[in-house]
């Protein structure tokens, strides 16, 4: 079963106490809102797709905001279109199906997941251990395994010869410290893995962790609002419109 954004943060934290969250289940990306998803392309010189999870397909969090999806149509000319691929609960492996349904004159490649491929594995935080080394070394089994996931991953859009950005998983923001460092301490094991991608490849990368820096980025704890929303599409524009322009290296976006 997917799970969606919202168990992420909180699960990736598992031994604190946290509400129960509601799943719901997510749902294949043709046929659901359509008219949210994808644009006419017919007349556009450039095809801007969205892949990945909840980052993007976040309208139903974005409450009486505009979704991610509206916010970079905003911020774009009239030569872009885009379609939005991604799927609320999706991880790093669910992306080859969303890759099925590319647009056959895309240009351009967003995507952020792996929050998800966290949540899968937050059970470690609560792993008895007699010594830190076995800690150290379930992390890094899951680690590894998170990077032969995602390289596969990357393979399958090195493939489709289009420019591509990539995106880190952002940090949540609960008032509480200590729940907030074991969040951040549990995604970086994650977060590691996808800026060196990014890096070898010499492919963009959105900064989640930077972008959402504000307490007014967030809807609640776990949850982006439309103002961090707002921030997240200026990235991606600027680094959709600097993908082609610069081949020198890894550009950061913020």
């Not at 604190?16 to 719901?24: R, V």
């Not at 979704?67 to 279109?81: C, D, G, H, K, T």
């Not at 594995?121 to 996931?149: C, Y």
């Not at 994650?190 to 990014?198: E, G, H, L, Q």
């Amino acid at each position: 079963m997917n799970l969606n954004r919202r168990q992420l943060i909180g699960s990736a934290a598992g031994c604190c106490a946290f509400p129960a969250i509601t799943t719901e289940p997510a749902t294949a990306a043709p046929g659901r809102d359509e008219e949210l998803r994808q644009d006419d392309s017919s007349n556009c010189r450039y095809h801007l797709v969205l892949l990945g999870d909840s980052v993007f397909d976040n309208q139903r969090y974005a409450g009486n905001g505009p979704a991610v999806i509206n916010q970079v149509r905003s911020q774009l000319s009239a030569e872009y279109a885009v379609t939005l691929l991604a799927v609320d609960g999706h991880t790093t492996r669910d992306i080859a199906s969303q890759l099925q349904h590319l647009p056959k004159n895309a240009t351009h490649l967003v995507v952020s997941v792996g929050g998800n491929d966290a949540l899968a594995n937050s059970g470690v935080l609560n792993r008895p251990a007699t010594h830190s080394s076995e800690v150290f070394w379930a992390l890094s089994e899951i680690r590894e395994a998170f990077a032969r996931d995602y390289g596969r991953m990357l393979e399958q859009l090195s493939n489709l010869d289009l420019p591509v950005v990539l995106s880190t998983i952002y940090d949540p923001r609960f008032q509480d410290a200590r729940h907030q460092q074991l969040c951040v301490a549990a995604l970086g094991v994650f977060n590691d893995v996808i800026t060196r991608a990014a890096v070898s490849r010499g492919w963009p990368l959105l900064d989640l962790r930077v972008i959402f820096s504000e307490p007014g980025d967030y809807a609640n704890a776990i949850e982006p609002g439309a103002a961090g929303g707002k921030k997240l599409a200026r990235a991606i524009v600027a680094a959709v419109q600097g993908s082609s322009a610069s081949a020198s290296g890894t550009n950061i976006h913020v």
